[in-house]
C-alpha cells in the first residue's frame, strides 16, 4: 500500500498561482511514474500532467504552458505548479502514484474564481 498526502489547494483568483504537493508516504516499492488528474462536478476525471521519475513530463493541451509539474525523488514528492488559473480549472485534483499498480491521493480542491 502506498499512501499519497496531498496539499496545497484553495481558492484563488482568475489569473492567479497555485502549487500543489503530493508525497508518497512510507513506500518501499520503487515509483514509475507519478502525477496529478482532475475532476470537474459533473465531468469525468482527466489527465493534467504526469512525470517520469526520470523527469520525462506529459501535460493535457488545456494547461500546456501553464502548469508545470515536477519531483523530487528524493523525498517521494511531485508538484504541480499552476499559473494563469482560469475557472475552468475549478475542479478537484487527484495525486497519481504507480509503483506495482496506481494508487490515488484523497483529492485537493481547486477553485478559480471570476
Known amino acids: 500500500q502506498v499512501q499519497l498526502v496531498e496539499s496545497g489547494g484553495g481558492l484563488v483568483q482568475v489569473g492567479g498561482s497555485l502549487r500543489l504537493s503530493c508525497a508518497a508516504a512510507a513506500t518501499v516499492f520503487s515509483i514509475n511514474h507519478m502525477g496529478w488528474y482532475r475532476q470537474a462536478p459533473g465531468k469525468q476525471r482527466e489527465l493534467v500532467a504526469t512525470?517520469?521519475?526520470?523527469?520525462?513530463?506529459n501535460y493535457a493541451d488545456s494547461v500546456r504552458g501553464r502548469f508545470t509539474i515536477s519531483i523530487d525523488n528524493s523525498k517521494n514528492t511531485v508538484y504541480l505548479q499552476m499559473n494563469s488559473l482560469k475557472p475552468e480549472d475549478t475542479a478537484v485534483y487527484y495525486c497519481n502514484c504507480v509503483v506495482y499498480r496506481e494508487f490515488w491521493g484523497q483529492g485537493t480542491q481547486v477553485t478559480v474564481s471570476s
Open positions: 512525470i517520469t521519475t526520470g523527469g520525462r513530463t
